[in-house]
């Protein structure tokens, strides 16, 4: 998959606005879970109940649709719109505007990414997001009732990446590694008190 397309074929409308939505609901998942290391405990365990990686890849095909749809608009905007009216997620639209305002850094430089590194400042938005109030923000649209009933059917027209999965669970060790040495550089500060 190329990561960073963001093409449009007038001649394949659906074909090229199915492409472009998978490519930045991958930039968008990419940098959700880059951010896992950088969470508060706290975050990252609303995290863990919340988003499994099924869930986080439906939540990133909602979320980048919606910034399609209706902050790029456009030609590739109204072709998007029209596969999430096939899926029955405008009836989302109106969640996913409230939680807009806390989301809308990271979900902007997650879309507009041309680089890893691009991909890495988008992941540190969405840490800082999360941490300030955005997981309740994020709750209200996994737990939506149209939400829960269209994610089977995005995934089977989308399904969840095995390279999302590995990811997932490359940054899960790379925050555990990280908090067991937190844990072993603290432990002498404790012995001495």
Excluded at 41 to 55: G, H, I, K, N, P
Excluded at 56 to 66: K, N, P, Q, R, T
Aim: hydrophobic share 50%.
């Amino acid at each position: 998959m190329d990561l960073f397309y963001r093409g449009y074929d007038p001649n394949a409308r659906i074909t090229s606005a199915a492409k472009h939505l998978s490519a930045a609901a991958a930039r968008f998942a990419v940098s959700i879970v880059r951010s896992i290391p950088n969470l508060p405990d706290a975050a990252w365990a609303e995290f863990q109940r919340l988003l499994t990686v099924e869930a986080l890849w439906s939540l990133c095909l909602v979320l980048a649709g919606w910034l399609i749809a209706t902050v790029v608009g456009g030609l590739i905007g109204l072709a998007v719109n029209g596969l999430l009216i096939i899926y029955g997620l405008i009836e989302l639209w109106d969640q996913v505007k409230g939680i807009a305002a806390s989301i809308q850094q990271w979900a902007t430089s997650a879309y507009e990414a041309q680089s890893d590194a691009d991909l890495e400042r988008a992941a540190k938005h969405f840490a800082t997001a999360l941490s300030a109030g955005g997981i309740t923000a994020l709750e209200v649209v996994v737990t939506h009732r149209v939400f829960r009933a269209v994610e089977v059917k995005l995934r089977d027209r989308y399904p969840t990446p095995d390279w999302l999965r590995k990811q997932y669970e490359e940054e899960t060790r790379k925050r555990a590694a990280a908090r067991k040495l937190e844990q072993k550089l603290s432990l002498p500060e404790q012995v001495g008190k």
